[in-house]
């Protein structure tokens, strides 16, 4: 009879490949980050948004059909222009997207609660316990276990952006019974899937590297919240400035809205403005909207404005002017920044000490 | 004999989970060992004993006050916890008299005595590392400082040799002696059996948040009468004699040791056993040349009892 | 090494050697090292200086913005509402949690300090810290805003001197209020965050009786009972900064009477922090701070 070794013994058989090794920690994760009674709340609360996307294109399906249903709703739909219920066809990918965009914006504060709930505990507490080890003793390398926390992030955002939104897509599709909508909205669909996919690897990185940074997961919730709040202030504060300077050089009477036109030379300065891109949120908004092109859209509904109000609707409702690839070129850095600071904190095993 | 500790019908809950269940037990003076299997609910005794836990049912006393919210006994009460926390970027003589400081010590007072429990626990030449850069033992010395700093009348120790060399482990089975002998009450968690004996014998053992016995080692075994004793005969014609006591009623099983040096014999009736056997010799001739029972150490307690 | 055991316990602990005050004091300065341990002072500072940073900058590229709009701006606007609540929040929520987290609470239980002062204690030194952060950045606000400019230096000290009082007053109530709700949820941070967003920034800023339950509010009605936020226009006239920010009607002496008096606001948050604070204690009093022991749910 062979007497074996009770020591350490190797794996004779054959191990599965790289590829899906970081589905087990992604798996691990959501099982604790839904073990959570806040974060389903935040997630029911999330939905919210959801049913009143999958409303509205629901009833822009209905209102296309000119159904007889709408006659019904008209009380509720006076936030539309007459002009709009009267003839939609020409109005349809304006809605589409401005329904989109709506919900992405409406998301996007969710996907920031969400981050703050989820993401801190993901590395801090394994630096905590020490438990770096226990992953790095398996055939996992580095960016297995940075993928498998990052996977937990990006399938919660997920599930408050892209899976929704591709949802109400359908269903819209469903309510409308023209194929020829499929034509014209499908690029608003790639869009949001790419806006939600942004979201939730930018901030999921970025959470991750703040929670290699602390084994105290509140001080990273905290740096996270300074990240989206005070960035979001300081940028607000520095473009209150610049408003009081420009009041201040105009030295005119104060231009109220009613009165408003906007120069040239302002539409310039808003084009060079680069407060915003100080601001996290700011900066995904502005690629977002470039994605969606919510500009365009409220550009167009802009038209059935008289020429007198045009240029304060534009300023009520599109958002900072500078160029998106700015916003861009902000997020990318960040996330070089976070995977360079995941790269330092985050050491295999030969490299603990 | 007074209780210094005592537990009047305590249970205690954790949602679903019990804790302590219906426990009735009076911990006299000198040093106790408390024994158990993990989740035994050992540190759930020692906390409930140290005012950090309430009580779902039952009463606590220390000193014969009762300790939840009772913040002024802590000035009585002396605890080496069993987690491995610690301010740790504090030296080892500021965590020190910081304790001392907490514990309401005046300035001067709490210098000499943490100079006084620095150096009982021999960390004088460690005092001023941080921390942080302690080894276990060092850690469990300091941790151990700063429960007695405040030289406290009943000190809870949970776990205080874990984790500690050979050397460490002696000095600090010392200290604990050294405290018993002074007439202070210590109470000892320790997973580790042989040390817990050479301490005292006095024991009291919980399993699954019950008490399952407490008193002297030698009589709890005494009392597990349905379990078979080990008795050991060292004899030179072993084969011989075991088939001899395998004629007898009471002898439940016979095993021959390792180079035919002796048997081991197992019997439910001890007394009448040891009182058969010099007839062996006057009788047959059968040579036994020493008996002794291999079962009253706390290790075979330990295995009776919560084996059951 | 056991020789010097002997003396260990030789000594006799009598009631009159404790002295429950200098345990206090050692736990309150205790917890003020642990405030000033570690990179996260260097976090906390960083951010504090955010205001002198952006004063600097504002400076250097609006040169026409009026000094006190720009105090407005970032003493009145941006330290209440974004540094304020997040500094009481760092700190007031650690007040047990940390401890708790670190495994540490329990040399802080076995002492004979009660558990309501163990709160009260630990609260007061949040307090300090937070108050002490608000008075010296906002010096430096005030130093980035003004150094160099055509003003008289008395009446800016004075400015200060009010700015940083009720500061202080404000991050010592929202320390409270943090600290209280730290010891009703595991997600302080989330709660405080949404309380921040929700109560104190989106109820405070609308015109209605619900703002009267914001710490915010009370903050600016004693800054605008006390200072004066109106900016001389070149183009003429003055502008009242504060009234149109914060949505205060001062126009007629009634509308102004609707509104809280100076007394009655400073009364008002000391009142609600005490009560917090006490609320906390009593809380502390009841609740077991688990350690190595499983939470009852």
């Known amino acids: 009879m062979p007497i074996f070794d009770q020591g350490y013994q190797h794996w004779s058989g054959r191990l599965a490949g790289h590829t899906w090794r970081w589905l087990a920690i992604t798996r691990h994760g959501l099982r604790a980050a839904f073990a959570g009674r806040t974060i389903r709340l935040v997630l029911l609360l999330a939905w919210i948004p959801v049913l009143l996307l999958a409303a509205m294109l629901t009833v822009w399906g209905l209102i296309e059909r000119n159904s007889e249903l709408i006659q019904a709703m008209l009380p509720f739909l006076g936030f539309l222009d007459p002009a709009i219920l009267a003839g939609p066809r020409p109005y349809r990918i304006p809605i589409w997207t401005l329904s989109y965009s709506i919900f992405m914006s409406a998301e996007l504060w969710f996907a920031m609660v969400l981050v703050l709930l989820v993401g801190p505990n993901l590395i801090s507490q394994d630096l905590r316990y020490h438990a770096l080890p226990l992953y790095f003793s398996r055939p996992l390398r580095r960016i297995d276990y940075v993928l498998g926390k990052l996977g937990v992030i990006v399938v919660v955002l997920s599930s408050v952006t892209i899976v929704p939104a591709i949802l109400a897509y359908f269903l819209g599709l469903a309510f409308s019974l023209d194929l020829s909508i499929l034509r014209d909205t499908f690029g608003i669909l790639l869009a949001s899937i790419a806006y939600g996919l942004l979201i939730a690897v930018s901030a999921g990185l970025l959470m991750l590297a703040l929670s290699s940074l602390s084994r105290n997961s509140r001080y990273v919730a905290l740096m996270g919240v300074g990240l989206w709040i005070v960035s979001s202030a300081v940028a607000g504060a520095l473009d209150a400035a610049d408003r009081e300077e420009r009041m201040h050089r105009a030295r005119g009477a104060m231009r109220s809205e009613e009165s408003f036109s906007e120069s040239a030379e302002d539409l310039a300065a808003a084009k060079r403005d680069w407060r915003p891109l100080i601001s996290y949120t700011e900066n995904l908004q502005r690629v977002g909207r470039h994605l969606l092109g919510t500009d365009a859209a409220w550009n167009l509904l802009s038209k059935l404005r008289p020429a007198e109000e045009r240029a304060l609707f534009m300023m009520r409702f599109r958002g900072p002017q500078f160029p998106w690839y700015w916003s861009a070129g902000v997020l990318a850095a960040l996330l070089v920044l976070s995977a360079s600071i995941l790269k330092f904190t985050i050491k295999s095993l030969d490299r603990l000490k | 004999m007074t209780a210094v500790v005592s537990f009047q019908g305590v249970s205690k809950w954790y949602g679903n989970v019990i804790g302590i269940n219906k426990l009735t037990l009076a911990v006299p003076a000198g040093v106790t060992g408390l024994l158990g299997p993990n989740g035994a609910g050992k540190s759930t005794l020692l906390q409930l004993a140290t005012g950090q836990l309430r009580p779902s049912q039952g009463l606590v006393k220390v000193l014969g006050e009762a300790v939840w919210n009772n913040a002024a006994l802590n000035c009585r009460i002396g605890l080496c916890p069993e987690q491995d926390a610690f301010y740790e970027w504090m030296t080892g003589w500021d965590f020190v008299l910081t304790c001392a400081r907490l514990s309401g010590l005046p300035r001067k007072e709490a210098r000499e005595a943490t100079a006084r429990t620095v150096a009982a626990v021999g960390m004088i030449q460690h005092k001023d590392r941080a921390i942080r850069g302690y080894s276990k033992g060092m850690r469990q010395r300091i941790k151990l400082a700063q429960a007695l700093v405040h030289e406290p009348d009943v000190l809870f120790l949970d776990e205080p040799l874990t984790g500690t060399d050979p050397v460490a482990r002696r000095d600090l089975m010392d200290i604990i002696q050294r405290l018993g002998s002074e007439g202070k009450s210590v109470l000892v968690s320790s997973h580790v059996l042989h040390e817990v004996q050479s301490l005292t014998p006095n024991i009291v053992l919980l399993s699954r948040g019950r008490l399952v016995a407490e008193g002297n080692v030698r009589q709890i075994r005494e009392l597990i009468d349905e379990h078979p004793h080990q008795i050991v005969l060292h004899a030179e014609e072993c084969r011989k004699l075991a088939a001899r006591l395998l004629t007898w009623d009471d002898v439940e099983g016979v095993r021959v040791l390792e180079g035919e040096q002796g048997l081991m014999v197992e019997t439910r009736k001890p007394d009448a056993f040891y009182g058969r056997l010099p007839a062996l010799y006057l009788e047959e001739g059968l040579t036994i040349s020493a008996v002794y029972s291999d079962d009253d150490n706390l290790e075979a307690v330990f295995k009776y009892l919560v084996r059951k | ?297």
Request: proline share 4%; glycine share 6%.
């Open chain 3, 1 to 297: 090494m056991v020789d010097a055991i002997a003396t260990v316990g030789a000594k006799v602990q009598t009631a009159s050697r404790v002295s429950w005050v200098s345990a206090s004091w050692t736990l309150f300065t205790l917890t003020l090292r642990q405030h000033l341990h570690g990179q996260r002072w260097l976090v906390v500072g960083l951010l504090f200086l955010l205001p002198a940073g952006i004063a600097l900058l504002v400076r250097a590229t609006a040169p026409n913005v009026p000094p006190l709009a720009l105090e407005f701006l970032l003493v009145m606007m941006f330290v209440p509402q974004a540094l304020l609540p997040l500094a009481a929040l760092l700190y007031a929520s650690g007040i047990i949690q940390d401890e708790q987290e670190e495994q540490t609470i329990t040399y802080l239980l076995l002492r004979p300090i009660p558990k309501w002062a163990i709160y009260g204690v630990k609260l007061l030194a949040a307090m300090t810290t937070t108050a002490v952060l608000v008075v010296a950045f906002v010096a430096l606000t005030y130093l980035a805003i003004y150094a160099n400019a055509d003003v008289s230096y008395g009446e800016v000290a004075i400015r200060y001197c009010q700015a940083a009082s009720i500061q202080a007053l404000a991050v010592a109530t929202y320390c409270s209020v943090f600290g209280l709700m730290s010891l009703l949820t595991k997600r302080i941070l989330v709660i405080g965050i949404l309380y921040t967003a929700i109560v104190e920034g989106l109820f405070a800023n609308l015109p209605f009786g619900i703002r009267l339950l914001t710490v915010i509010y009370y903050t600016r009605l004693i800054a605008y009972r006390s200072m004066s936020f109106e900016v001389t226009r070149r183009r003429g006239g003055t502008e009242d900064l504060a009234a149109v920010a914060w949505q205060l009607d001062w126009t007629s002496a009634a509308k102004q009477a609707e509104h809280p008096q100076l007394s009655t606001s400073i009364f008002l948050l000391v009142v609600a922090s005490m009560v917090c604070a006490v609320l906390g204690g009593w809380l502390c009093m009841q609740r077991e701070f688990h350690v190595k022991t499983p939470e009852n749910n």
